[in-house]
C-alpha cells in the first residue's frame, strides 16, 4: 500500500482517520490557516462541494478531533497533543510532495 513516499506512521494515520480526499483537503485548509475560522458554506466554496457534504466532513473531522468546533457553526484547527500536531505536519508535507502516492493511499484505503 506504501510506496515509500509516505512514512508508515503517516500512512497509518491517513489509514485510520481519513476517509476520503475531500476530508485531507479540508484537514489541510484548516491546517494551513490555523487561526481562520471556517463554515461549512466557506469550506463548500474552497474544496467544491455542497454545503452539506462539507458540513458532514468538518464534523467527521471534529468528531476524530482533528479540528475544533466553535459556536456559530464555526470550525478551526487547533490540535493540543504536540505529537498528533506533529503527525499531522508531516502529512501537509506529504501531501505538497507527494500529492499523487498520498491520494492513491487514501483511495486504496476505502477499497477494503
Excluded at 458532514?56 to 484547527?77: D, K, P, S, T
Aim: charged share 20%; net charge negative; glycine share 6%.
Amino acid at each position: 500500500m506504501n510506496d515509500g513516499f509516505v512514512s508508515a506512521e503517516v500512512g497509518e494515520f491517513i489509514v485510520t482517520h481519513i476517509d476520503s480526499v475531500i476530508h485531507l483537503e479540508a484537514l489541510m485548509l484548516l491546517h494551513d490557516a490555523p487561526s481562520q475560522a471556517w463554515t461549512a458554506a466557506t469550506m463548500a466554496n474552497r474544496i467544491y462541494v455542497s454545503e452539506a457534504t462539507a458540513d458532514a466532513v468538518l464534523n467527521r473531522l471534529e468528531e476524530r478531533g482533528l479540528i475544533h468546533a466553535q459556536c456559530g457553526g464555526l470550525y478551526m484547527f487547533g490540535i493540543h497533543d504536540s505529537n498528533l500536531a506533529a503527525l499531522i505536519d508531516m502529512l501537509a508535507e506529504a501531501y505538497r510532495r507527494h500529492l499523487v502516492p498520498v491520494t492513491n493511499l487514501i483511495h486504496s484505503r476505502s477499497k477494503q
